[in-house]
Structures are given as C-alpha cells and as structure tokens.
DNA sequence: TTTCATGCAAATAGTTTGCATCAAC
DNA sequence: GTTGATGCAAACTATTTGCATGAAA
C-alpha cells in the first residue's frame, strides 16, 4: 500500500476537524496525532502498530484513546477497519475508490485490488437472494510472491 | 440453511469416528454428541447456541470441550468457521460445494449462495497481483427479505 | 493399565469502560 | 468556568490452557 501525498493527508485532516467541530466535539492534540499516524500510514495497522508509531514519534498516546479515535475516525468515513481473522483489527485510511483485500497467508501483507465488474455483480446476486447490499467484503487468502519466491509458499 | 438428511448425517459421523480412529485418538460420547449436533444443524452455529441444543437434548459438554471438538471437525474436513465479524465465531458442516455467505444485519440470519463463475474468476485476479490463491472469502451484508418486511430495513 | 479426554477454573488477548484528572473552548 | 477527553486500571468476552479426575482402548 503506497502512503498518500503528505498534502492528501493534510487534506483529510483537515476533513477531520471539520467532522469534530460540525459535532462540537473538541479538536485534541491526541485525536490529531492518531489521525495524522493513520492517515499517513502506509499499510493495513493494528493498534498496536499504530501505538508503536506513536511512541516512536515521540507522541504517546493511550490504546483507550487510540481505540476511541480510531471509532470517530470510521464514522466520520475517514478511515475503515477490517477484521482478517488474525485476531485483531487493522485500520487504514478510506481508499478513494473502495477495493479487495488479498492477504499472504504466511507474512500477513495486505494488497489491494478493484474490480469494478465484480463490484457489480454482488448487488445483483443479494437481489436474487431477497436481500438488500448495504456492503460487501471480499478477500483472497495466499501466497504472495515474496514469500513464494523464498520458498515459504 | 437446510439440514442435512438424517442419514446423510449417519454417514458424515462415521466419517468422523474413521477420522478419530486414523489418529488414534478416543472415540467418546461428548466428541460424538457434539459431531451430531452440528452435523444436523439446520443453521450456523456460534458455540453458545451449539451447547445451549446440547443442554436441551441431555447431553451437556463443556465448553471447553465444544472448541476441542470443533478444532477436530475442521482439521477432518467436516466441518468450517466463519467469523461473520459479530464478536464470536459460527460452524456449519462442510457443504457438498463451496458457498458464499449473505448475512443479514438485522436478524443475523446467514443464507448461503454459489457463484461458478466467480469462483473461478478470483484465482485469476489473485494470480495477476503475484498470488497463489489458497482459499476466499466473500461476505454480502444488508437487510434480508424478512427484515424488509417487517420494515426493519 | 495405559493413554488421553473431560470439566473446571484460571489464563489470555483484544477491546471497552468507569472514574479521577486535565485540556479544549 | 464548563464540558468533555485523557490515561489508568479494571472489566469484559470469546477462546485457550493447566491440571486433577475419569473414560476409552
């Protein structure tokens, strides 16, 4: 995962204070360091790596706060958490254009994918079942080519 | 989620008394009762309700015992997991064909679905992107038909 | 009679929460 | 000054594990 433009994440967080102030919600150093940390992330973080940066930063701040950030961070659409079943979550900043998930089994990377057909597709089949799409989540789970090429896969 | 005819649960417990037998390992009453139980499972079942039918038809195992015995059922193919991302994991029997989930975010209620073409499509994808796909995972949420009726979408 | 499963209770790990204190406004 | 956030530690929940006892082979 390419991190965004450092003017990208100056944008968004701009986009982040304006979510806390339209809910009068006081605008925190803390609050603004997981922001910044997240959104200038260049990969798929759990909290504890997201701590890890923090501290390494040079700008500590708590898991509780850290986890309580992260909630306003998904609601007001700025970031997405998702669950790949390693027994914890990890968080990233909204893509531009929502993508897939292709997951190495072996180092646990994350690569994005899109697939607009596909993307399609799913609504339709929810149709056919009675069911209304609110959202979907589709991830491969492999072999990426590092790990392939050292002879792990 | 159709159950599984009786016999055709006949046949999957001997299969799993075979796979016990293979691995020299124990074939007692609570790993039995806890293999019919989710083999005649008419739904996907989180272990609180998989010991709660236990309870009721007298024939209580332990919790610890229910994760025992379902690490067993996956490990013989018998069985699967899904975390549907609701805080606990659900086991249905391994399905004749693979299958997709739709999950309800209402009720809960899971139906399945397949989809050949997609199938095959999602090793191709992984493939482009320098992965050897082992296995995917395709989760469709939203508001099933029941729900909507009820006015609950 | 040897081996391994069982049930209980304690441990685990990620996440959430209560509460006293402190920062934002 | 008022409101609400922070950090700490305790609580929580699904799951796993250690251990004394009991069942299978």
């Given amino acids: ?9 100056a944008r968004l967080l701009g986009r982040f204070r304006e979510y806390l102030e339209s809910r009068r919600l006081p605008i925190t150093r803390p609050r603004l360091r ?3 940390q997240l959104l200038a992330a260049d990969a798929h973080l759990s909290v504890e790596e997201l701590q890890q940066r ?3 930063a040079g700008e500590p701040v708590s898991p509780a706060t850290i986890y309580r950030t992260l909630e306003l961070l998904e609601a007001s659409g700025l970031a997405q958490s998702h ?9 990233e900043p909204s893509p531009a ?3 897939h998930h292709l997951i190495c089994d072996r180092c646990g990377c994350v690569t ?3 697939h607009e057909r596909l993307d399609r597709l799913l609504p339709l089949i929810a149709d056919e079942h009675g069911y209304q799409a609110r959202r979907h989540r589709l991830e491969i789970y492999g072999t990426c080519r590092g790990c ?4 792990l896969g």
Wanted: hydrophobic residues 30%.
């Fill in 54 to 56: 923090l501290d390494s």
């Fill in 1 to 9: 995962m390419a991190p965004l433009a450092t003017t990208e994440v």
């Fill in 97 to 99: 254009s929502e993508h």
């Fill in 148 to 151: 392939r090429r050292a002879g």
């Fill in 112 to 114: 994005e994918f899109t």
């Fill in 34 to 36: 997981v922001a910044g």
């Fill in 83 to 91: 669950d790949f079943g390693q027994g914890y979550r990890r968080y």
